[in-house]
């Protein structure tokens, strides 16, 4: 994969939901209730599903990794978790490795 596609992809990615923002209405208040709660179960399944590799355990560092991304989830923030995610992976790599 070149710099010009992940850099084109980014564009798209990021202008179409800046797009989202501007032109669509905001939905009803009993749909936004729903969509609210999303994050944090999409969040959850996915990170279940991290910690297993091959019906056993994850490693060590994919356990900090997990552990750095869930303290960040209060701030509701995708940047913040994949952050925090980095940071506990990086913290599992220098205390474990």
């Known amino acids: 994969m070149s710099v010009v596609l ?8 990021y202008a179409s939901r800046a797009l989202a923002l501007v032109l669509m ?23 279940a599903l991290s910690l297993l590799e091959d ?11 997990a552990a750095g991304a869930l303290l960040a989830t209060p701030t ?3 940047l913040w ?3 925090g995610g980095l940071g506990g992976y990086v ?3 220098l205390l474990i490795a």
């Open 6 to 13: 992940i850099a084109l992809l980014a564009v798209l990615t």
């Open 81 to 83: 978790v994949l952050t």
């Open 91 to 93: 913290a599992g790599v």
């Open 25 to 47: 209405p905001h939905p009803p208040e009993r749909i936004r209730v729903v969509l609210d709660r999303i994050p944090a179960p999409l969040f959850a399944s996915l990170a």
């Open 76 to 78: 509701r923030s995708l």
């Open 55 to 65: 019906g056993a355990i994850a490693g060590a560092t994919t356990l900090t990794a």
